[in-house]
């Protein structure tokens, strides 16, 4: 995939060049700690945004989570994305369509289990997660058109993109559970 990381005996942490950022976690001795080492305008690193955890798998579930999350930030936030001059849902559609994001992850007219769905009433957009129990986990606001289409694409090709490395590292089986709905929303927000 491209994400290297250093695993040692207490630490797990991005592989970074010398003055770059990069997350961690580690095992303080029954429990876990999740940082982020940033170099910006230091002679010293700072240790940001702290997380404890009880246990290491919850641990390890975060900091891939949110590994995969920086991975990934620029390929959906990509330069001069053309998603940006889309005007209507039929576009939006054929745009999702051509990034080979299924119909199954997102709808405008049905609630499925883990699906984004997106709704249009007066000329405004809402956009939904579905959580596995087919309710709406959280709904964003009423949107204008080319806000609500940003934001359909942005969670819809998250949702895909997750989705996609799970059914991967299922069958590597490089991870023994599905993501539940926490940890999509994490990724997808």
Sequence with gaps: ?????IINNRVIKEDKGYYENF????DDGGSWSYFEMNFERRHEPGKEEVKKFDNEKTAIKYFFLK???RFYFYKIHIPNNPIRSLQTIEELKHFLENLGVSDERYSFNAIRPQ????????NKITVSYVDKNSQKKFTTM?????RGIFVAYKLAYSLHLLKNIEREYLQKNSLQETFSDDDIEFFIK
């Design 142 to 146: 009423p949107l204008e058109i080319e």
């Design 1 to 5: 995939m491209g994400i290297k990381v």
């Design 23 to 26: 997350i961690q976690i580690q």
């Design 115 to 122: 699906e984004i769905y997106i709704e249009t009433v007066d």
């Design 67 to 69: 590994t995969l999350r």
